[in-house]
């Protein structure tokens, strides 16, 4: 069973957090902003922070392993589901396999896919997931440090956040090597485009201006791919709003999901 946290009262709200990262990457920013509105689950992947990693080995075999463990991890009344990066696409797949489950769906920092490919561009190149994968059979510490920093390009505070958030996360438990390895797979072949028509939750795409991983420029394709979902853009941010840009990207998440309405242009 994968590590759930629960914290705060009010609607259910599900928070999956994306690679190299765990639970605490932004529990100060759930127990402030969040909690106060919402009963929080927060749920680890497998492999990362105090959940197992699962036994798999395909691309096909690691998503629908990572999908059930997900699921099981779900809380039992129906809620609303929030997937940052990596857990950003594993939330669209709940979202279509279990849709009872989930009320409304927000992206955060996420895309349908996060590699690019022919007609998607607006994504990472192949060969830095392939970097990633050759590092990790190198040095393990070297690449989390690497992509860690790498998050935080782009915002106007990069350097002082970069830095704290580097010395927050070396001293965490570091995730486990196979969720490192089936994590990036998934990042690698992941791919929902032609699934987003067929969500029928209410969906919002809550993105960084100046995001490195996930240009914000891809919600130009969204009309013909989800023309009913609501997108918002936190100014300055990078790949982590929720940590640079606390007060925009709670308050964006509690007009959708409390009233309907989008808070930040």
Same mark, same amino acid.
């Given at each position: 069973?994968?590590?759930?946290? +629960? &914290?705060?009262?009010? #609607? ?9 990262? @765990? ?22 992947? $497998?492999?990362?922070? @105090?959940? #197992?990693?699962?036994?798999?080995d395909? $691309? ?14 779900? #809380? @039992?009344?129906? +809620? ?5 990066s990596?857990?950003?696409l594993?939330?669209? @797949?709940?979202? &279509?396999? *279990? ?12 895309? $349908?896919? /996060? ?11 192949? !060969?830095?997931?392939?970097? /990633? ?7 393990? *510490? ?26 927050e996360?070396?001293s !965490? ?7 490192? !390895? ?12 032609a699934d ?6 209410? +969906? ?8 490195? &991983? ?10 013909a ?9 936190? #100014? ?6 929720? !940590?640079?840009? $606390?007060?925009?990207? *709670? ?10 309405? +989008? *808070?930040?242009?």
């Amino acid at each position: 069973m994968l590590n759930r946290e +629960t &914290l705060g009262h009010g #609607p259910h709200l599900t928070l999956i957090h994306g690679w190299a990262a @765990d639970n605490g990457v932004w529990k100060p920013w759930v127990e402030t902003y969040l909690a106060p509105h919402f009963t929080c689950h927060l749920i680890e992947l $497998p492999g990362f922070g @105090d959940s #197992p990693p699962v036994e798999a080995d395909t $691309p096909e075999a690691i998503r629908t392993a990572w999908r059930q463990a997900l699921i099981e991890a779900l #809380p @039992d009344e129906p +809620t609303a589901l929030l997937g940052w990066s990596l857990g950003g696409l594993m939330a669209q @797949d709940i979202a &279509l396999h *279990a849709s009872e489950r989930v009320t409304h769906l927000v992206g955060l920092c996420t895309t $349908p896919r /996060f590699v690019q490919a022919d007609g998607w561009r607006h994504a990472v190149p192949p !060969r830095l997931v392939g970097e /990633f994968i050759e590092t990790l059979a190198l040095d393990v *510490a070297l690449l989390l440090k690497r992509f860690w920093m790498l998050q935080w390009r782009g915002d106007p505070n990069a350097r002082k956040l970069m830095k704290q958030f580097v010395q927050e996360m070396t001293s !965490r438990r570091l995730p486990s090597l196979t969720g490192l !390895r089936q994590g990036l797979e998934l990042l690698r072949t992941l791919d929902f485009r032609a699934d987003l028509p067929r969500l029928a939750q209410p +969906t919002l795409w809550l993105l960084g201006e100046k995001d490195p &991983l996930i240009p914000a420029d891809w919600v130009r394709q969204l009309a013909a791919l989800q023309p009913h979902a609501r997108v918002e853009i936190i #100014p300055g941010a990078a790949h982590l709003p929720f !940590r640079s840009h $606390p007060d925009l990207t *709670a308050a964006a998440l509690r007009a959708f999901l409390l009233n309907g309405k +989008t *808070a930040v242009r």
